[in-house]
């Protein structure tokens, strides 16, 4: 053993104490305080080396693809009139720099390396907020922010209540408990375009579908409910009946993931508080809305924030019920049922300023909720 | 040290976004990284799909043959939205190809972004240079309106829109109505279609094939059952059309493959004017929402009403209605010319019919409008001189060399006098359709159909073509979408033409004039 | 309470033996004063009545949702099942049914690479399905290869770099750590669409090349590999291992990365677990960035003249649902199962480690 590496050479002198006895030396407390332990002392880099070092991988990619795309997005959607120049790199700031160099010059007097090429000068970039007002007075981006506001106020109560309820059930059982708990956990481990393909066949406009079979059942007539055309004898489709299997496929799937988070919390609730409450003879509604509610609100709050959050940022689950690829939401024209962040791909390549200012758009609207129901938790949540 | 570490952050973000500024400044080396010369690459991207491609692939093989220091790669970005975006979003890195395909709206951003080369300048030399004459004028003028006084492209893949017809039931319509016949003008479709629906009634044909009878005339029966190869060989001689999938509440006789050419379409022949382009190419307005346009959308959405006209959607499809067609749910399609092959019955059933091929139907004699499509080759700015030039080469190659072929195998019009004209052309042209495929004599047929009557003086058919700028695509799919709310209703609810044009207009607001 | 007291005492004095007995059991029997709390057997019977009707709607009510949960399962196992005749017969006849009589693998062997002409089954496909079969090739296989590889890469980029960086976080101390922990949470919050489409510039562009590193497999690996959530996550984690581990550890000589990788790792292994697991199943699941990035065929390997779709999943998915395969029910739903069956097949082997990863990274504090 190299004796070097673990024990200074001055090891077995004592330490001198007045003087705090040198960093290899602990300071034991009580009795033991007169007595310096050897340490073995190992060569360390500094500490700056050791934090490059760990955290240097991560920095980088996420200044590239973080931090940087957050800024580019941010300028462009600030830039009145902006157009991608020839040679000015995929950075919004230099390509503003260059365009407005190369507004100065005319088609007659084109710019230095433009001779025999065709030059047209771009307009004049300015720094506005006209996009956003482009955004807003849209009709298809406020029928994406109704859309989505529909789905999200809709759905996302509807899945907690279920959810609750469930877990609350199955909190109660004994038998089979391990199978339900199973059972409704897999839709979470599934495809979203897998899940909007089954439901687009499932619902489908053929009288013989699963879902038409249900409804004649019932005695009603058969839907068309996601496809355009309606064979005979079918009613035709209308926004209600997609908006229909929007939200069953939607609380189909989100249900697993809540169901797990109210179970574990329902774990941590003290078996005291039921017993107490069962000796006193409360009715068992009483106890879910007194007891069980608001001891689980922290995870009901988490839940809510979450799912408020994703059900706006709905897009996958609609474009795979219609399957017509990525920017078709349904209906004659393909916005049926466009939400925010369909409307933002939509446009990312035509109009790129405008799914810049979209995406801010999406931000602040993220940014509002949760702060409003950051708000609302502090009266209800207890911990 | 620690201090440092705020200030190492920034500077890092900061050089970041340098360099991701810096475009590239460097070519790529050769492709199999060999040294072989001074061989120039150039990079060809296209919207193509597999049938083209076909076509398109071995001439460009041939074109590496003949110029051994050329070295293309061809890339088809599958649909020409896709080229498009993937050309918009390279103009910053300069990693856009060196030649490309696209309509004139791709053409008006290209020019936006400034990554377009003038083709004047080549065109006029010595000994790569071309007769710009021998073009058609038609197809040249949305190379030249784009900018003033320059080219920029030249014309590749031209193609119109015709009218397909089963051809075996009308032969039986006929029989037993003189008067029907393939209808001309939308008044005889009105007409006409009323009456083939009445007769299909009459006879009993829906759900049956109709066969043709021993003594003559014609009788409907039911499919085989179960046949042999050889009953059904037997059984597919005699049959002259097979409407078993057919039934009389489906029926929808006329369909129109593209909603966008409809309606653009229409607005023409109804004596109306669609878009203008404005001083430059970044301005275009709405001009469309005029009374003739109303009542154009009015008559049509009453022969949709009457179930004579239909689009895709009505039968169940997305894009075109060349399945239904093939099942004998529509009689009388409207496909893009270069479309005709896949609406030939051929291998999707048992017992097909013929198809022949007409105009499309027109309103009045001196409005025959119907629309000219296809994209043109361009060139676009990157590389050196060489890689330029070596581009032109390839463009001239597939617009003048080879244009006969490339019209005869894929159904795409010549864009020249002289290629119209040429031996292989015209023997194609006027070639014993008896030893053709059935695809082949599609073709053939359609292209002597624009030969007679689109190319025709007497004929009097004026093939047009709407102003280029940028964003026109994007009012092109939204009047698409107009001729379907008119017909079937917006979410559910009917809507009144004018309501409909009131509601492009409003989600069109940009290009409306101030 | 004291008026009873009082009232008792009255009585008792006029109570025999007996009746004293039976009154001091009942009074032991129950806390004083408060008649209510005294259960009789009526009040007994029916609290036990009325838990096993609530038993009985408890379990009515789960067995109802839970199949509600399977029935899209059934279904989708029943119609990749049906050959895709006799499934058109029973859409034409009116009904489609849960489960099929004579399941076939046909839909399932087309999906992986087609099936010609006289191999089984073959008789059972219709003429429209054979045509669109010429026109258009369907093979699931290279898609399966492609996310296979991208999950394990990526899960492993992803798991180096939130190690080390969680390790900086929870045990060095430097200045500014707060500040730029606090910048990491910021960015939590930023919805993705902010960032995609510069993100696709950024590999366009990159390193020069014309196309930049689209359709390889860097975008997929790299570009999101780091991920805050987990950061968080394991730093949570590492935080709670106590210091006094880290000092004794000291005391054995250990410098930091020793003692991240002797103690801090296993230690911190289950939230690592459930990193691997989430992220495994992120990768499988990803659709958005494949279908701008991963599209066509693979960038370096044309140069060899091979071509190697770069699709994974999701999109290959989607594309099978957007061509000519569009109207055959039967293929679609294959396709979809055999894109699920691999995750589920994972989660019947690990639905214990699942289930507690996920609650765990869900709950809070």
Redo the contacts between chains.
Sequence with gaps: MNKNKYFREDADKPADLKSGGGDNVVQLSGENAVRPMKIKQGRTLPLWAKVVISLLPAMIFLTFFTFYPMINTTIIAFIEDFSWQQGAGSFSFSNFFRQMYLSGFTSATPPPGFDGGIFIAPEIPRFSFQNFGLVLNDLVFRRALMNTAILTVISVPLTIIISLLLSVAINSIKAFKGFFQTVFFLPYVTNAIAVGMVFNVLFSPEPSGIMNQIIQVFGGTPTAWVELGAPQGVEPMTKFSMGVVLIAQSVWSGMAFKILVFMSGLATIDKQYYDAAKIDGTRRIRIFSKITVPLLSPQIFYITITSFIGAFKMYSSIISVVGKGPTDFGGVDGTLWITVVGYIYRFRSDDLPRAAAGALVLLVLVLLITMVQTQISKKRVHY | MQNKKPILFMATALLVGVLAGCGPTTETSNSDGSNTGPKTRIDFWTGFGGAVNTVLEPMIADFEVANPNIDVVYETKGGYPNLKQAIDLSVGNTAYPHIANGYPDHFASYLNSNIMLPLDAYMAREDVGIDVDDFYADYMTENQELVDGVTVGLPFNKSTEIMVANKGFFEVMASHDPSVKVPETWAELATIGLRIKQITEEQGYFGKVVVRKDGGGYEAVARPVEPTPAVKAAFAAKTVFDFTEVEKSTFVPFNWDSTSNFFITMVRQWGGVYTEKGGNIRQGYLRFNTAQVVQGLTFLKGLSDQRIVGIPQVYGQTQFGSNPFKLGKIVLTISSSAGVKENLPNNSTDYPFEVSVHPIPFKEADKKFVISQGTNLALLKRGKAAEQEAAWLLLKYLTVDRNAEFSRDTGYFPVSVSTQSSELYTTFLNGDSSNYSAGDRAVQDTAKLNNDFYLDDGESWIKFVDPGFVGSSQIRDEVGFIIGKVFYGDEGKPITPQQAIDQAYARLSKFVQK | MKNNESKNLKVEENLTAEEKEVLAKIENAAPHGDD??IPTYE?LKQ?KTMGII??II??A??AF??F??????F??IS?SLTDPISYNR???????S?ITTNPSLVNFRLILGGINPGEPGYSTLP??LI?TMA??TVNFMPYFVNTFIVAVVATVFTV???I??S??FAR?????KN??FAL?LA?M???G??????????V??M??????MLNTFFPLI?????SVFY?FQLRQTFQQIPNELFLAA????????RYLWRVMIPLGMPTIVTIIILNV?GS??A??WP?LVAN?NHKFLM?YGIEWTMRL???G??SL??SDY??F?TV??A???V??AP??V??VFF?KY??RG???S????
Excluded at chain 3, 68 to 73: G, Q, T, V
Excluded at chain 3, 172 to 176: E, I, Q, S, Y
């Design positions: 209510r709390f009040k609290y609530v038993k408890t379990y009510f789960l949702f839970a509600i949960i399977l029935a899209p399962f279904f989708m119609t029973s859409v034409t006849a009116g009904s489609v849960l003429v429209d045509n026109s258009s180096i770099t939130t080390f960086t390790f900086a060095l101390d430097f200045k500014g500040a730029l990491l960015t919050m930023v919805p669409e902010m960032m995609i489409i510069t993100n696709y510039q950024t366009n562009g390193f020069g090349l014309t196309g930049g790299f570009v999101h590999g780091i950061i000291k005391v054995d000589g250990y410098g930091e990365f199943m499988w699941n659709y958005v279908t066509g140069d999943v999701s999109n998915l989607m649902f957007q569009r109207s029910d679609k739903i396709g979809s199962m894109i699920s995750l589920l994972i989660f639905r699942i289930m996920v609650s765990r869900g709950i809070k504090g």
